[in-house]
């Protein structure tokens, strides 16, 4: 979008121009969206919805309609689709919500959500297994949840029972405190858990509100990307996964000045390791003023190595493991499946290890030639979106720390690019949840997650090179404009 068209745009929206269909259309799907996310946690428990044991008078409460899973996946389907047509039309469009009522709006709904029970995973069950284990005096990155089967906690786990914790130690200690409130009661542990992932949701819209300040427009867009976006509020609000907590240190980070941006990036990294990316925006912002990163750097470095030490190295263990996975849904699942024909199992881990990195620096490369400014949030979206298109382990939830960055960043093509990848890579994972998943919906497995997703998500990431390398060649031969006469 050029300037002159932004300028315009800016002047209809604030002169209150009436809305056209496409951006009612846009809209109302945003709206239907977020309302049916809402819809299939008031349902109860369902394909979509673990149960969750405890006294129904604690919350979180829902209806205990006990939805077929059919309905609840095809509910799951159209709230990913008109989220991702939604969402872009959104921010195509010329009209626009005030950015205010934007933020009240999706702020308000992810604290509706929180007291719904999490929908689209089972992934906060291990929260909550992860945290009895700390309070019984266990060490979840050494005994599984399958170690303490009697507990009613740790004994509902459904499908990653028997592995040890991967989240980082700050992570845990949010775990554990959730569950002292919780005690023996899987749903009011949640609840706990729900509680904070529910505030750090609105702490970090109210951030980036905060952060565009005097920009209407890039408030209304910060809005759209981050407060109510429906693809962010079907996976980080009701999903609760804990990416939204070191998405709200990251964005802090990058917010704040001087040590307390590092302690900041220490914590986020100390939830979520792949999170220290984010450390590369600020470490280039402030590259020509040695003592100020110093500081940042210093902060940072001693927050980690404090946090690390007191949780012991066996911590990255199984985040190590987890570096060498391939995850279904990604491009490179397919280049898993082609050498395993050639080579055998095994003998693709490394490769692909060393194809994610190349690729991940050259998208990265391309990214950073391109970006709108130097500053730190651009910085970090380049490199963010760089790995999560080449990283070989991914899941649509990852995403969120891309959306929080681009909301700090005025880059419309970028933020399409990410819209596109989120819902095609959403699509692949209905429902993340295969405890309740019907026979003969399978396919939605072998057919869609390993087939369609991969190649679809291969295609969006060629266009994305391709684009970078066009708006660069486009940049060197654009001639730089005359300054104004006196």
């Known amino acids: 979008m050029t300037r002159d068209a932004s300028i315009v745009d800016e002047r209809r929206s604030l002169a209150g121009d009436a809305p056209r269909g496409p951006d009612v259309a846009a809209f109302g799907a945003l709206a239907l969206s977020v309302a049916i996310t809402v819809s299939i946690g008031l349902l109860g428990p369902s394909a979509m919805v673990p149960g969750l044991p405890g006294p129904s008078w604690q919350p979180p409460y829902a209806l205990d309609a006990r939805p077929g899973p059919h309905l609840v996946i095809a509910m ?77 906690v740790t004994g509902a786990v459904e499908e990653w029972a028997g592995v040890t914790s991967v989240y980082g130690p700050v992570a845990t200690a949010v775990h554990a405190l959730a569950s002292l409130v919780g005690g023996d009661s899987v749903r009011l542990t949640v609840f706990a858990m729900a509680a904070v992932n529910a505030a750090a949701f609105v702490g970090t819209a109210l951030l980036l509100h905060r952060f565009a300040a005097g920009d209407e427009r890039l408030r209304r867009r910060a809005a759209l990307l981050w407060a109510a976006n429906p693809l962010l509020l079907y996976h980080l609000a009701a999903g609760m996964h804990v990416d939204t907590l070191a998405i709200t240190c990251m964005v802090a980070a990058l917010v704040v000045r ?18 220290g990316l984010v450390a ?49 849904a990604t491009p490179w699942h397919l280049v898993k499946t082609g050498l395993q024909e050639v080579f055998g199992p095994g003998a693709y881990s490394a490769w692909i290890q060393a194809g994610s990195l190349a690729l991940m620096v050259c998208l990265a490369w391309l990214l950073l030639r391109i970006m709108p400014s130097d500053r730190a949030p651009a910085v970090a979206a380049a490199v963010v979106v760089a790995w999560l298109f080449a990283a070989p382990y991914a899941l649509p939830w990852y995403d969120g720390l891309a959306f929080a960055l681009l909301a700090m960043v005025s880059w419309p093509a970028l933020e399409g690019f990410m819209v596109a990848r989120v819902t095609v890579l959403s699509l692949g994972y209905l429902p993340a949840r295969e405890a309740l998943r019907p026979e003969d919906l399978l396919w939605l497995k072998t057919l869609v997650r390993e087939r369609v997703v991969p190649w679809t998500l291969l295609a969006v990431t060629a266009a994305l090179a391709y684009w970078a390398v066009r708006s660069a060649r486009r940049a060197r031969r654009r001639p730089v404009s005359a300054a104004p006469r006196p």
């Open 76 to 152: 799951g389907l159209a709230a990913i689709v008109l989220g991702g047509l939604g969402l872009a039309g959104a921010l195509r469009s010329a009209w626009s919500p005030p950015a205010r009522l934007l933020l009240v709006a999706g702020c308000a709904t992810a604290g509706l959500i929180a007291f719904l029970p999490p929908s689209g995973s089972a992934d906060h069950l291990n929260y909550a297994a992860y945290g009895r284990l700390t309070v019984l005096g266990h060490d979840p990155y050494a005994v599984p949840p399958s170690a303490v089967p009697g507990d009613p």
């Open 258 to 275: 001087g040590a307390a941006s590092g302690v900041l990036l220490g914590v986020g990294i100390g939830i979520k390791l792949n999170a």
């Open 280 to 328: 590369l925006g600020p470490a280039w912002e402030l590259r020509r003023s040695p003592g100020r990163l110093a500081v940042v750097a210093g902060t940072a470095t001693a927050t980690v190595l404090a946090i690390y030490a007191v949780a012991g190295p066996h911590v990255l263990d199984q985040v190590s493991a987890a570096s060498r996975r391939v995850s279904l």
